[in-house]
Nanobody, 125 residues
Framework: QVQLVESGGGLVQPGGSLRLSCIAS????????MGWFRQAPGKAREFVAG????????KYADSVKGRFTISRANAKRTVDLQMKGLKPEDTAVYYC??????????????????WGRGTQVTVSS
């Protein structure tokens, strides 16, 4: 059974940093494109960052470019999202997602087969 479990969320002041982690089980992570999405209260879920199977290609939403960094360690079965310069508008539940692909860096949201339950990030003073 495939499981993605996020951790690392919490409350942080504006300008602060957090590192989210997603640990995968039940799959061979090196065969999967992985991504982070987020959903703020009252808003649709949106793409944040994506990474291809090897970690050699990444893509970011314009709103987080230069502040967030996605990385992966296939041997450890983890995908991380380092977040710096956090803003109140980054407040959301953050989800890890995965899909079987050794080609893509990012897929449409509907293309991801597996999702975690999410971790809450709150940016507030």
């Amino acid at each position: 059974q495939v499981q993605l479990v996020e951790s690392g969320g919490g409350l942080v002041q504006p300008g602060g940093s957090l590192r989210l982690s997603c640990i995968a089980s039940g799959l061979t992570l090196s065969s999967y494109v992985m991504g982070w999405f987020r959903q703020a209260p009252g808003k649709a879920r949106e793409f944040v960052a994506g990474i291809n199977w090897s970690g050699g290609s990444t893509k970011y939403a314009d709103s987080v470019k230069g502040r967030f960094t996605i990385s992966r360690a296939n041997a450890k079965r983890t995908v991380d999202l380092q977040m710096k310069g956090l803003k109140p508008e980054d407040t959301a539940v953050y989800y890890c997602a995965g899909a079987f692909s050794r080609v893509a860096t990012v897929l449409p949201e509907s293309g991801y087969n597996y999702w975690g339950r999410g971790t809450q990030v709150t940016v507030s003073s």
